[in-house]
């Protein structure tokens, strides 16, 4: 089976990323570790509870995370998310943050890759902060990966959060620098112009939620608050016709599960910025070769979109 360690800032798509690999066979996840982003990592570990609680897998340990990004303050995305991260929807059955383990989610990174040696596939789908933090402290870790997804980053200068800025990115751009540049393990990224190419049509989310399970009215609850904002948000119309959801974590998610998911990617350095009026967060394609990099990152170009599809399916049965 596969082994993954998933690295979340649990909005909406985080969640969506995690139900799909809890319903795939074959899959073990060995540690869900929280860090701050679409909202604070309090939040963030009460959001993988409710999850985990939800598709009844609360014996996945989780693990707090860092609270702020290395240099500077905190961004969220609360008018996407809901400020809580699930949409803002009340939930007094949630699990306590007693529940949370007491090691660091650095350690515990460090630790569940040292004993899975070559073995664990570390999904990230928030800002970089414990990745970076974990190659700083045991720059070993990266060779002991099997591989890395990360859900960030941009190819065509198109921001979700600045003019050029992908929300990961800019939300700890220290981080990314440090994790794209550190990590040489193989290494995939699903960037933002790329899931915006492969939004899932509406019709497709109304069937998805249309299953008649728990998973999915629990789906149904949070994810309201995001589809309004999907539906009144104008970069999200622009920037690609064909109008539908972008489930961003998603699609690192299912590339990290199943690899025949890819059709076709590219294969070039990658850096970001970290200065700029404008710029700073936004990741560079080096395709020409001008970073004297060795190590190339793939980033995903074209998948399979009916598989894509299935998996979500499946994530909510
Ligand atoms: C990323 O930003 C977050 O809001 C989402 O959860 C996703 O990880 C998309 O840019
Ligand atoms: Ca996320």
């Known amino acids: 089976?596969?082994?993954?360690?998933?690295?979340?800032?649990?909005?909406?798509?985080?969640?969506?990323?995690?139900?799909?690999?809890?319903?795939?066979?074959?899959?073990?996840?060995?540690?869900?570790?929280?860090?701050?982003?679409?909202?604070?990592?309090?939040?963030?570990c009460k959001n993988v509870l409710r999850v985990l609680q939800c598709c009844n897998k609360l014996e996945i340990p989780v693990f707090k995370g860092a609270a702020k990004p290395i240099n500077g303050n905190n961004i969220?995305?609360?008018?996407?998310?809901?400020?809580d991260g699930l949409g803002d929807v009340p939930d007094p059955n949630a699990p306590g943050l007693d529940l949370v383990q007491e090691e660091n989610a650095v350690s515990?990174?460090?630790?569940?890759?040292?004993?899975?040696?070559?073995?664990?596939?570390?999904?990230?789908?928030a800002p970089l902060t414990n990745l970076a933090l974990a190659v700083k402290m045991d720059p070993s870790l990266p060779s002991k990966l099997r591989g890395l997804y990360i859900m960030g980053g941009n190819t065509e200068s198109r921001g979700n959060t600045t003019v050029v800025g992908e929300f990961n990115f800019v939300a700890d751009s220290e981080a990314a620098y440090i994790v794209l540049n550190e990590y040489q393990c193989p290494t995939y990224l699903a960037c933002w112009e790329f899931t915006c190419y492969n939004k899932l049509p509406w019709e497709f989310c109304d069937a998805w939620l249309a299953q008649d399970t728990d998973k999915s009215r629990f789906m149904a609850r949070i994810f309201h608050y995001s589809i309004?904002?999907?539906?009144?948000?104008?970069?999200?119309?622009?920037?690609?016709?064909?109008?539908?959801?972008?489930?961003?974590?998603?699609y690192a998610m299912a590339a990290a599960i199943d690899d025949s998911f890819i059709i076709e990617k590219?294969?070039?350095?990658?850096?970001?910025?970290?200065?700029?009026?404008?710029?700073?967060?936004?990741?560079?394609v080096d395709t020409i070769g001008f970073l004297k990099k060795t190590h190339e990152a793939f980033i995903?170009?074209?998948?399979?979109?009916?598989?894509?599809?299935?998996?979500?399916?499946a994530a909510l049965k």
């Open 266 to 284: 590219d294969q070039y350095p990658v850096s970001v910025e970290l200065n700029g009026t404008h710029t700073r967060g936004m990741m560079i």
């Open 76 to 83: 969220n995305a609360g008018h996407f998310h809901g400020q």
């Open 1 to 44: 089976s596969k082994k993954l360690l998933v690295d979340v800032d649990c909005g909406v798509d985080d969640a969506q990323a995690i139900m799909m690999a809890l319903a795939s066979p074959n899959v073990e996840i060995l540690g869900i570790t929280c860090v701050h982003g679409n909202t604070t990592v309090e939040n963030v």
């Open 228 to 250: 309004e904002a999907s539906k009144t948000e104008r970069l999200q119309k622009e920037l690609v016709a064909g109008a539908g959801f972008i489930s961003c974590d998603s």
């Open 108 to 125: 515990a990174m460090i630790r569940i890759v040292s004993e899975n040696p070559g073995k664990i596939s570390l999904v990230a789908t």
């Open 300 to 313: 995903l170009k074209k998948v399979d979109m009916e598989k894509f599809k299935e998996m979500m399916m």
